[in-house]
């Protein structure tokens, strides 16, 4: 099938944390693919169509047995590049009896899945996440699955800040955030949104971080890598020591990161973490980081998560209602756009790419 | 079979000889294109006299251009589906199904054999193409009779260079094929596609070296035997029906045009649902199919009806009726 969706499937795209895929079947849909995730004897990570080819019943309620999955049905068995190995009360095996077995990656904690063409599952594609290594930055996330809205609805709450005045006013919200100017750039696979606030009061919540009274210039560049990763570098400094021509060094540095898959046309999985390089051993401001942005209702990302949910059932109610666009989207608009430009690539008649059948 | 086809109309745009009895046809669909993966094959709806019927017809090679690319033998002194393919001009109606894909190449592996007997090269075609892009390492055996049989030997060497080796037997060059199976690595995968003595030459040497049976790949078309296609009589004493065979029709078709009730699913010899229980034979058995093993075979109590037939005069069988 050439793709008809509103998610391009030649992508990684993040399935789970490396920490949660074990010797289990964890089920996970991606892009409108069942997908049966489970860790192999030799450390990688095995990602099958969740269906057995037989009669479809999710692999994932079936068991592992060494490296390979067992249907909880009727028990065949499928090996993890998906060849099915053993047949009930046959002497043969039917040689066209297989399921689908999806490029895997694992890489800066995450595991990313290609839902696509699996010749062009390249792993060098797989986005610079490298800030979530737990390496230089420091921060424990989590993730939103099924979260109950289009993926792109989470890139276009990334994309512009300035929701944070009036979703998170009393964190991290504040009104210079209206009144700075941003830039905006992009590349052919990224858009950029740059903002700085110089001078001001800081939010409470970066006042905490940063424990120096004064005024601070606040920087806010966030980038999205096509077609759902999301990068912000955030942080404050003291006023005028810097920071804008480029000396962070009296200031505290975070970002917030964001790895997004379509789950189908209306839900998605939002991974996220945020990450600094100040006070990078203290743990209990790295849980403390952790419960301000999910924190049973809560947290920052809580009140977003309120936010795009509601957004989606406005959507759903009203679907023939358009969007409309602000100066403070641009940012949003160009991933938009690339986005777009990846879909019109997969469904052209050349380069159209076998999507998942 | 399983799966539900949508059929679609197709336009012939062109068509060329590969060989003497190998036609290229490209067909344009009036619906959209989908780009098939390799090894996917699509379905045309034939007319074999007053009846339709359907063929399968492997896709060659990625079919960049936005058109289905076949290749169909002809069969000599065939009725049937291939001289219905062969009589297609320029400009001439079809009903085609979508690209579907029984015998899809698994990337990744460190290792390839491929194997193609005549016309049995066309996904095996579609294979190598990709694997080449792919940059995997493979090498592939093409066995024909003739030099000038080998259809598509020219585009390859271009492609994949060294890679591709000619076995014309008509030359007196045999594949051996459990030396061939030996140098793959041991993580390699073998995908095969040709007669069925081929393919079971291949199943029997690859059994030997002691691999799983799930790296050996391979594709039916379920129309190939040992022995040539004869007409031959069906006798079923439990429903008092003699029912003859023609050469070109199969005996599940007969059965069902003499108003036998049967089940079936794949009707290439794959999934083992139409096989009817042996009382006894007049001539040889020819079994065509992949569900039974070679001992099953050899001890002649089943015959998968959709594709295995009796090379000689006549079979006595049972069915499931009571």
């Given amino acids: 099938m050439t793709n008809d969706k509103p998610f391009p499937v030649n992508a990684w795209y993040p399935a789970a944390w490396g920490s949660e895929v074990d010797r289990s079947l964890t089920a996970r849909t991606i892009c409108e693919q069942a997908i049966v995730l489970f860790r192999r004897a030799d450390g990688a990570v095995a990602a099958l169509e969740d269906a057995c080819w037989h009669r479809l019943l999710p692999l994932s309620m079936g068991r592992l047995v060494g490296d390979q999955v067992m249907c909880g049905y009727h028990g065949l068995v499928f090996n993890a590049a998906g060849r099915c190995t053993f047949m009930p009360a046959q002497k043969t095996i039917n040689p066209s009896a297989c399921v689908r077995a999806f490029p895997v990656v694992e890489k800066h904690r ?27 930055w420091k921060g424990e996330g989590g993730t939103f699955y099924s979260l109950k809205c289009d993926w792109r609805l989470v890139v276009d709450n990334l994309m512009d800040l300035t929701h944070e005045t009036y979703v998170h006013a009393g964190s991290i919200g504040d009104d210079a955030i209206l009144d700075a100017p941003f830039e905006v750039t992009h590349s052919e696979k990224s858009a950029s949104m ?28 966030v980038t999205f890598e096509a077609p759902a990763v999301v990068i912000g570098d955030v942080g404050v400094a003291p006023a005028g020591t810097g920071a ?92 938009r756009r690339i986005i777009e430009r990846m879909l019109e690539n997969e469904r052209g008649p050349k380069g159209a790419v076998q999507a998942a059948e | 079979m399983a799966e539900h086809i949508e059929w679609g109309e197709g336009v012939v745009r062109a068509t060329r000889e590969l060989t003497s009895d190998i036609r290229l046809i490209e067909i344009a669909p009036a619906g959209p294109f989908i780009p098939p993966s390799p090894g996917s094959h699509i379905n045309v709806g034939v007319r074999i006299g007053d009846r339709s019927d359907v063929r399968c017809y492997s896709m060659v090679g990625p079919c960049a251009e936005g058109f289905y690319q076949i290749a169909v033998k002809r069969l000599p002194n065939s009725r049937g589906g291939s001289a219905y393919m062969w009589r297609l001009a320029q400009g001439a109606r079809v009903s085609i199904s979508a690209p579907s894909n029984h015998f899809e190449l698994g990337l990744g592996r460190p290792d390839y054999l491929l194997l193609a007997g005549g016309i049995g090269i066309t996904p095996i075609f579609s294979h190598a193409l990709a694997l080449a892009r792919a940059g995997a390492h493979f090498r592939l055996l093409y066995a024909c ?10 585009e390859l060497k271009c492609e994949i260079g060294e890679r591709l080796q000619l076995f014309v037997s008509a030359d007196g060059t045999r594949i051996d094929m459990s030396a061939e199976i030996a140098r793959l690595d041991p ?45 031959f ?29 049967m089940i079936f699913d794949c009707r290439r010899g794959e999934c083992g649902l139409c096989a009817l229980p042996i009382l006894s034979v007049e001539g040889e058995l020819d079994h065509r199919d992949v569900f039974f093993s070679d001992a099953e075979k050899a001890a002649n109590a089943k015959l998968c009806t959709c594709v295995s037939r009796v090379y000689g005069d006549s079979i006595t069988l049972d069915t499931a009726d009571r």
């Fill in chain 1, 244 to 335: 804008p021509q480029g000396d962070r060094s009296q200031g505290v540095n975070g970002a917030f990161l964001a790895a997004i898959a379509p789950e189908t046309k209306t839900s998605c999985h939002y991974f996220w973490n945020f990450v600094r390089t100040f006070r990078t051993d203290d743990e209990d401001l790295t849980r403390a980081l952790q419960r301000a942005h999910v924190n049973e209702g809560k947290g920052v990302y809580d009140q977003d998560h309120v936010v795009l949910e509601a957004q989606q059932r406005a959507i759903d109610r009203q679907p023939r209602q358009p969007f409309y666009n602000l100066n403070i989207d641009a940012g949003a608009l160009w991933a």
């Fill in chain 2, 145 to 154: 009779r003739g030099r000038g049989d080998a259809a598509l030997a020219q």
């Fill in chain 2, 187 to 231: 993580e390699g995968e073998f995908y095969v596609c040709g007669p069925i003595g081929m393919l079971q030459d291949a199943r029997r040497a690859w059994n030997e070296s002691g691999r799983p049976i799930e790296r050996l790949r391979f594709e039916t078309f379920g129309n190939s035997g040992r022995r040539p296609s004869v007409a």
């Fill in chain 1, 194 to 221: 740059t903002r700085w606030m110089l001078d001001i009061d800081p939010p409470p919540f970066w006042a905490r971080q940063l424990g120096k009274p004064g005024k601070v210039d606040r920087w806010q560049i």
């Fill in chain 2, 233 to 261: 009589t069906a006798h079923i004493p439990r429903l008092g029906k003699d029912i003859a065979v023609g050469a070109d029709q199969s005996l599940l078709e007969a059965l069902e045009a003499a108003g036998v009730e």
């Fill in chain 1, 110 to 136: 995450l595991v990313w899945v290609w839902p696509g063409d699996p010749a062009l599952a390249s792993p060098a594609l797989v986005p610079d996440f490298h800030w979530n290594d737990g390496v230089e």
